[in-house]
């Protein structure tokens, strides 16, 4: 599994941080081969975002660029985590129907508990975001296709891709994921944490 890392948090910066990824995971067989691989490992999203941001724009851009730089292809699963640390905000958190506004909820594209009395953690919210939008979205994508998953911690995913790695390594030519973890400088920090980076061991 190999794990690309960058906290693009803009339209910008998110923008070049897809391209990157999808320039990165797509290898030629030969002169004559498609711009990308006819078999790529399956691909991976960790993403979180500050509340202060708008999610709508940045996982619309995330879901349209992403099918259209990288054809017959998209995430085999997507996680909506929460970093180890964050800063204060004097700003509220978003509800759903705010952020979807003017448009409804769907009750069957919510993610987390039906209970009422309740609010929903960000990392839900994201995640029921990302629902209506690739539900909503013309692609052969839908999001019945892709398992999402909300709440974990970078520790936490990673427990998880292990998991999945393990038991799919029974199957004939399992391959390894590839994994852009993007959205949050705090989410990166977390997951290079999690995954015992340094920089001596870096070089």
Known sequence: TTFFLDGAHT?????????????????????????????????????????????????????????????????????????????????????LEELLYPKPVRPELVVGTSNRNRVATWPETLGSVWNHLTANAQTE?????????????????LHDLHTKTVLEQTQPQQQPYDVLVTGSLYL??????????????HH
Request: charged share 10%; net charge neutral; aromatic share 8%.
């Open 188 to 201: 990166v920090g977390s997951f290079l944490t999690a995954l015992e980076w340094s920089e001596e061991s």
């Open 141 to 157: 994508t839908s999001f019945e296709s892709v398992h999402c998953n909300v709440n974990g911690t970078a520790t936490q995913v």
């Open 11 to 95: 339209v910008q910066s998110l923008t070049a941080t897809l391209q990157w990824f999808a320039h990165a995971t797509a290898t030629p067989t030969s002169t004559n081969a498609p711009t990308h691989k006819q078999n790529p490992n399956p691909r991976v999203l960790v993403f979180t975002c500050g509340h202060e941001r708008n999610p709508v724009e940045l996982l619309l851009l995330i879901h349209h660029q992403y099918n259209s730089t990288l054809p017959n292809k998209s995430f085999s699963r997507v996680y909506f985590a929460t970093a180890d640390s964050t800063r204060p905000s004097p700003v509220s958190m978003p509800t």
